[in-house]
């Protein structure tokens, strides 16, 4: 029987609204490596005709990895941690990576499956034609270069913590975490970046509801000061 069967309870009960950007995991196995899985935090645009666009970076394993053909999964999941890891990029990442733990995931033969999900799209790349290139049918800043058709929807659960509010303010640092290492140290951006980083982390610690996401941000924080952010800038628990 295949593992992800008994985790299945309804299929095709996900309706996403059009050109909206999407926070999710995207996993997807390395070819040829005894199914090493490549995952990154993408924000993903569904369409009214059944497909999805995604930007890519150019010289990451994702882009790499996407092409026509290739099945993918898109992951909804309530573990931050697992978003951090997927989207902050390791040193030693020329080699092909798990960068979760095999046992974070649901394997099948065609797509992984993060277990921490709750739900999940099943999604096949489509060549993506030039006249999308010229004028995307997506509302995203960076032109998509990765197109896809859905294949299949699934919710294994209902999620715990739905549109909370640490967890979406969560999201949002960890994608400035992403953007402050590339903007040139100290102007503007850098400044105005790292400043609402901490002011985030700040509004959790006065929610009270740092303590479920403490080893991330301490994640975030490492990751910062390797990319050359000084300890005294960033505010500490």
């Keep these: 029987m295949n593992e992800l069967s008994s985790y299945r309870i309804h299929d095709d009960l996900l309706t996403f609204k059009p050109f909206i950007n999407y926070e999710s995991i995207v996993c997807v196995y390395f070819p040829n490596t005894e199914k090493k899985i490549n995952a990154a935090c993408i924000g993903v645009h569904f369409t009214p005709t059944n497909e999805v666009y995604i930007h890519a970076y150019e010289d990451t394993h994702t882009k790499e990895l996407l092409t026509v053909g290739t099945r993918f999964s898109i992951n909804f999941s309530e573990n931050f941690y697992e978003y951090v890891v997927a989207a902050l990029r390791r040193k030693d990442h020329d080699e092909p990576i798990d960068e979760l733990p095999r046992s974070a995931f649901l394997i099948s033969d065609s797509i992984p499956i993060l277990k921490s999900a709750w739900a999940a799209v099943e999604c096949e790349v489509l060549a993506l034609p030039s006249s999308l290139l010229e004028k995307p049918v997506c509302k995203r800043r960076e032109i998509p270069n990765i197109r896809a058709r859905i294949i299949k929807k699934e919710v294994f659960r209902l999620p715990v913590l739905f549109n909370n509010r640490s967890m979406n303010l969560s999201i949002e640092a ?43 941000y301490e994640l975030m924080d490492n990751y910062l000061i390797e990319n050359g952010v000084k300890p005294q800038e960033l505010s500490f628990f």
């Design 174 to 216: 960890l994608i400035l975490v992403t953007r402050i290492p590339i903007y040139e140290k100290y102007s503007k951006e850098f400044n105005d970046t790292l400043k609402i980083y901490n002011i985030i982390k700040r509004k959790i610690i006065s929610w009270r509801d740092m303590e479920r996401f403490h080893q991330s």
